[in-house]
């Protein structure tokens, strides 16, 4: 889409936050919208692995009885003060439309900043009795949050997510509903995204405004900050009691309905990027990839140009014939090296050089963006072994991440312990540490933590330590370590 | 999702905008958003023909060249006012966010009524040479216009389209993709809604605020109404002016860009349930049908329940098997009768009906939504069977539609005469049609035409008449006739 000269990368151990802007940019993955507050334009290749994500989630919110729907964009002012918490969690991020068609609008509308108070209004019309039970949708929509600082893909004033909502008979049925969303994003992110998670409960000072509980799945970037890539929450009968919806329970009583929401985001690309790219660019694991492999035609003289065109062409067409998306660069004015370097900083898992002498010798040099080997490869069977080592590097990057988690995970029994773990770690500076500590879930708590500019990520699911342990600020036994690190 | 008891449907001769309110809310399409004004709640089997489309549409995007984009919601106002034209044509219908994050913004943002000015800013910034050229992109977006009088998907104040946007070196290359980006809606149209269409041109009067030339498709309605159903722009050098869109050419000038954009959105939906549905609620072509059949099992005693039950599953599975989504309706506490009205008033193309007897035969009653024709047919090859209805269903809708236009198309050779035709004609009596007359591209004819609140439909791109004759306002020659209809 544009011949903009390729540019190098500011190197991860230089400055972290410069190596991520340049490997979004160069991936062509997106570029901000400076015209348009902390907004940004999401360019061919981001867009690209959007919808890989997009097809993998929906493909699994459907197999669970999900259906998709679409909710207006604004929301009544007033809608959002029905829950307390709500309104006070979301009023500073706002975005409020107060003129439309020409004329001062009597009650100003938000732009849905997420979409529990107007689904909540719908729920108490659609949900009347026990039959109409559960209500299970989700919708792919924009929001707009107005976020102070921003940062590509990680926090932006609109982004693109989908929001899941649930109404439910029971409590326990909604705490089944959310905790099967929650493992649904983890099985996404460590699956196609080849991102390790830890799958948690947020503390309460993290929950979401309005929600009993929130869970989330937490990733580490390669910095060592955590990401908080997903999360899913128990509404309990919060928004079920502001917007008024009851269903009348086969016993005949009138209940009000348990609820949930769950949301992913364009997010999701930003912690992609920063878990797997190198100083090069972008590296994308090949489920996500929009393009598997590219063909860079390799000659000197014209004779040679036609045949090794025709080849290229051939294989491509035999790779997207198995299901690899493959293409050829037949790209003029452009040598070979300038083309590999392309698509390195795009991201493409394989390239596969193809020039006379590979014709001659009946194979191809193909390389793995990850690793950056080369291996001659006979033409023969050629989409066989490419697919071999695309799922060789699918699996070969989940591990990776994995044994970057276990390798910057760490424990701490002292809240001093904690900050001087994490007091030198920043996002320019890497070097950023998962301390798992006992402490005990109660705001006060956190806010200690939040001192030093660090915050308790969550509660794990699965209590992988020691089990009891005295609270790093109270003393008070608590039940399990909680992760604490600086995040984004 | 809902167990709202089902209603009767309005006929369309007794009131035809009540049939389409009934048609869109039994058919569990969408329904009003009364909270936020003119704005509806797409509903599940709305959202799911909507998915459908998308896919047609963007795979045909795709195939041609078109990469996924997108840009932010929000547009700084002073943009809008580069262009003359197009500040105009959307100045009144703009809603507008002027507070955000607590405070009253300096410069208001508009949320975008359509996207061209913010990526005019774009494209400047990627184009420098002719080899950036052409750019082609689309995105899939929620837009804002502020419409008085609003009809659930015909035309509501947010609703959900695809902009595409591309921008070329030539104003022949600029003509040839705005051309062939209506023959790809026009192929959606009528291959895969079913929905007959005239590709045609906009007169002067009618044509897109900002363009040089807009192409439009123009579908009729059960009413004899026209819709317009998608246009496709010929943007000239407007924009690229506007927004200081320049490139080197290979001679080393620098010229502006010559651009287009095209357009569908969620009102295909409006003119898909208007051109098949029936008095019984939806029909919907078997190729948009996110289900092709259901399953009804009928049983009166237990032991006849499970047996039937199994086959059913069975049968669905078969179905699955062969491509054709399938369903069993086993919900319990209703009885056939309500599972078929059900399921005819959501427009699932195919029901099969299995009971014992069918059991015992080894057939299955298929009925046909569109003709409500009933045939048994042998369980042994029931996909193929089903297949078979389902493609002469869809080839038989389309076959429908083409008798309608062209029975309801006539010539007329003065005003007088076209006003007579189309004067009796409303939404609510229906009997519509669409007036081939000869007339001026000047927007004082198009203004005769709307005295009678009618308008000049499009110049077909085909002349299917009989060539040039007198303009029936001022009697000079014009090439061919136009299209004069009352229109949504």
């Known amino acids: 889409m544009s011949t903009a000269q390729s540019k190098n990368i500011t190197p991860r151990s230089q400055d972290f936050a410069a190596w991520y802007q340049d490997v979004v940019l160069q991936g062509d993955m997106a570029e901000p919208a400076e015209v348009v507050k902390g907004c940004m334009v999401i360019k061919p290749n981001g867009y690209a692995v959007w919808e890989g994500l997009q097809a993998e989630l929906d493909r699994r919110f459907k197999a669970t009885g999900h259906k998709n729907v679409y909710f207006p964009l604004f929301i009544p002012e007033s809608f959002l003060r029905r829950e307390a918490e709500h309104v006070e969690g979301f009023s500073p991020e706002l975005a409020v439309v107060t003129i439309a068609g020409g004329k001062k609008l009597e009650e100003p509308y938000v732009v849905r900043p997420t979409s529990e108070t107007i689904i909540g209004h719908f729920f108490a019309r659609w949900i009347q009795s026990w039959r109409d039970l559960p209500v299970l949708v989700n919708q792919w929509a924009n929001v707009v949050r107005w976020e102070l600082r921003t940062r590509m893909f990680l926090r932006t004033t609109e982004f693109l997510w989908q929001e899941g909502h649930t109404a439910h008979g029971s409590e326990e049925e909604a705490r089944e509903e959310a905790v099967r969303m929650l493992h649904i994003y983890a099985d996404v992110a460590e699956e196609v995204m080849a991102m390790p998670v830890i799958r948690g409960v947020k503390s309460r000072a993290e929950k979401f405004a309005g929600a009993q509980r929130s869970y989330c799945i937490e990733a580490m970037m390669q910095n060592g900050l955590a990401l908080q890539a997903g999360t899913s929450h128990e509404l309990g ?110 991201g493409v898992p394989v390239t596969i050089e193809l020039g006379p002498r590979d014709l001659a010798a009946g194979t191809a040099v193909v390389k793995r963006r990850d690793l950056g080997t080369k291996e001659s490869r006979p033409k023969e069977g050629l989409a066989a072994a490419v697919r071999g080592i695309l799922d060789e590097m699918q699996s070969s990057m989940l591990a990776t991440g994995r044994e970057r988690l276990k390798a ?46 660090a915050s ?22 608590v039940a399990q370590r909680s992760v604490i690190a600086k995040a984004y």
């Not at 040679?304 to 003029?332: S, Y």
């Open 408 to 453: 910057n995970t760490v424990t701490a029994s002292s809240m001093g312990e904690v900050e001087e773990i994490l007091s030198s770690a920043t996002a320019e500076k890497g070097g950023g540490k998962f301390v798992m500590a006992h402490i005990k879930d109660d705001p006060a708590c956190d806010a200690k933590v939040k001192e030093f500019r």
């Open 237 to 346: 009968q919060n928004f079920g009691k502001a917007f008024d919806v009851k269903y009348q329970s086969k016993e005949g009583t009138l209940e009000y309905v348990w609820q949930t929401s769950w949301g992913v985001s364009t997010r999701l690309i930003g912690g992609l990027i920063m878990t797997h790219s190198d100083d090069k660019g972008l590296v994308l694991p090949p489920r996500l990839a929009p393009v598997k492999a590219v063909i860079v035609p390799i000659f000197r003289k014209e004779e040679e140009r036609e045949k090794v065109l025709e080849a290229a062409n051939r294989m491509a067409a035999d790779l997207n014939g198995a299901g690899l998306t493959a293409e050829v660069d037949a790209r003029e004015g452009y040598n070979p090296g300038h083309k590999f370097f392309h698509w390195e900083q795009r």
């Open 456 to 477: 308790v990520r969550c509660i794990p699911l699965k209590d992988e330590n020691d089990g009891p342990g005295k609270c790093i600020v109270t003393g008070e036994t």
